[in-house]
Nanobody, 115 residues
Framework: QVQLVESGGGLVQPGGSLRLSCAASGSRFSAYAMAWYRQAPGKQRELVARISSGGSTNYADSVKGRFTISRDNAKNTVYLQMNGLKPEDTAVYYC?????????WGQGTQVTVSS
């Protein structure tokens, strides 16, 4: 069983930056593929960024060039650096961990981009 705890969300003005963190419990963190998803009100949950156990990354087109996903296996933590935030980035952001058939979710952290 893996527990994921997100932090770092909040209110930021357009053009600003935030860094989300997701701390994972357990001893096999380095083997997990990690990802960030988001869900805006009235919309489906969507993939924002993913990082494999080997460090390969991929991003949603809407965030390419603005967001960066990274991981620190020594700290059992995955990050999402978000720059150039836009009002349409407003959503609850969820951390996700996948290993073979096992999938885990965090509780989510709210990101609001507004002036």
């Amino acid at each position: 069983q893996v527990q994921l705890v997100e932090s770092g969300g909040g209110l930021v003005q357009p053009g600003g930056s935030l860094r989300l963190s997701c701390a994972a419990s357990g001893s096999r963190f380095s083997a997990y593929a990690m990802a960030w998803y988001r869900q805006a009100p009235g919309k489906q949950r969507e993939l924002v960024a993913r990082i494999s156990s080997g460090g390969s990354t991929n991003y949603a087109d809407s965030v390419k060039g603005r967001f960066t996903i990274s991981r620190d296996n020594a700290k059992n933590t995955v990050y999402l650096q978000m720059n150039g935030l836009k009002p349409e980035d407003t959503a609850v952001y969820y951390c996700n961990a996948v290993l073979i058939l096992h999938t885990y979710w965090g509780q989510g952290t709210q990101v609001t981009v507004s002036s």
